[in-house]
């Protein structure tokens, strides 16, 4: 029995006109516009790419976007200066950080320079003790993504055994976190995890996020699971470059119940998600109810 196929682009728009509707609300009823600043330090060609996409995804939602694409020679002070400078900015809610920084560059402590408040991406420490402690947050964009998108298939995820494959800041430990919260039994795998088909095997939800091609096969899976791919891996075969997750879709997709592709699942819920948390970070400095269904 071929899994259902849960369409990410079709869902990630969704979102988007939620965001826009919230946006277009502020604007009439508040005056207020919400801002997101991304900063892009050198020329890394992926960050590049992603930046552009966040800048027009921001303003088609009618949001205020500014961008500051600094030299890879940048100064740690000079950045934590345009933080500083962002950080007080009334008209912006939100400020990014594209990551990687260059070498030279404490990532740590440059992110941690963020207000809590505008750290959309979820990574500053506050947010992530936050999260931990079940208390209101920023949620980093992707597990935000994958936990919309298990919500919507489900409805209620209470009881459900969970796995996660990799332990990143950026998606595994938030989204072990966030099915926490929404009272799954978790699993974090990782790279050291013994038997791990085994444990695979044990879940209701499989989220795949190790950057690894196709290593996660169908037959480590419990017939009928829920499988998310966080993995964008590009590939060679058959003298071609192609996208492929870290969950072999071919297989997967012949025992699981529910699989998100790649490209075209979690993929485009990031950004969305992105400008769902500049809303709800914009709701919150001015005082106003959040928007709902655009939050953990
Ligand atoms: N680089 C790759 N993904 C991300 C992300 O989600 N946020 C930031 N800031 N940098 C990234």
Same mark, same amino acid.
């Given at each position: ?31 207020? /516009?919400p ?5 892009? @330090?050198?020329e890394?060609?992926? &960050?590049?790419?992603?930046? $552009?996409?966040?800048?027009?995804? /921001? ?5 205020? &976007?500014?961008?500051?694409?600094? !030299? ?16 007080? !900015? ?14 030279? %560059?404490?990532e740590?402590?440059? =992110?941690? &320079? ?10 500053? =420490? ?16 992707t ?6 998108? %298990? $919500? ?8 459900m055994d969970?796995?996660? =494959?990799g ?11 966030l099915?926490?919260? !929404? ?8 790279? $050291? /995890?013994?038997?791990?088909?085994? @444990? ?36 060679? $075969? ?5 996208l ?5 879709f071919?297989?997967a &997709? ?20 992105? %400008?769902?948390?500049t809303v ?7 005082? %106003? ?8």
């Amino acid at each position: 029995m071929a899994a259902t196929v849960i369409d990410g682009k079709a869902f990630a728009a969704t979102v988007r006109a939620k965001v826009a509707g919230h946006v277009a609300r502020l604007k009439e009823e508040h005056g207020i /516009t919400p801002g997101l600043a991304v900063v892009l @330090v050198g020329e890394d060609p992926a &960050s590049q790419v992603y930046v $552009r996409s966040k800048g027009k995804q /921001t303003v088609e939602v009618g949001m205020k &976007s500014v961008e500051h694409k600094l !030299d890879a020679s940048t100064s740690e002070a000079d950045l934590l200066a345009l933080i500083d400078q962002l950080n007080n !900015d009334p008209e912006i809610h939100g400020i990014l950080v594209q990551l990687p920084l260059p070498k030279h %560059l404490d990532e740590d402590l440059v =992110i941690n &320079s963020i207000n809590p408040a505008k750290d959309v991406d979820g990574f500053h =420490i506050s947010n992530v003790g936050l999260l931990s402690t079940g208390q209101k947050s920023m949620v980093p964009c992707t597990p935000l993504g994958c936990l919309m998108m %298990l $919500r919507d298939h489900h409805g209620s995820l209470s009881g459900m055994d969970a796995v996660v =494959i990799g332990r990143s800041n950026i998606v595994g430990k938030p989204m072990a976190q966030l099915l926490l919260g !929404d009272s799954c039994t978790v699993t974090i795998a990782h790279s $050291r /995890t013994k038997n791990i088909e085994e @444990v695979v095997r044990r879940a209701d939800i499989v989220v795949a996020a190790v950057g690894r091609p196709e290593m996660v096969p169908g037959d480590w899976m419990k017939p009928g699971a829920t499988v998310i791919d966080v993995g964008i891996n590009r590939i060679e $075969r058959d003298g071609k470059n192609k996208l492929v997750g870290d969950v072999d879709f071919a297989s997967a &997709s012949e025992v699981a119940g529910a699989i998100t592709p790649v490209p075209g699942g979690v993929g485009p819920m990031t950004i969305a998600c992105l %400008l769902a948390n500049t809303v709800t970070a914009c709701a919150r400095a001015n005082g %106003l109810p959040e928007p709902e269904g655009l939050t953990a």
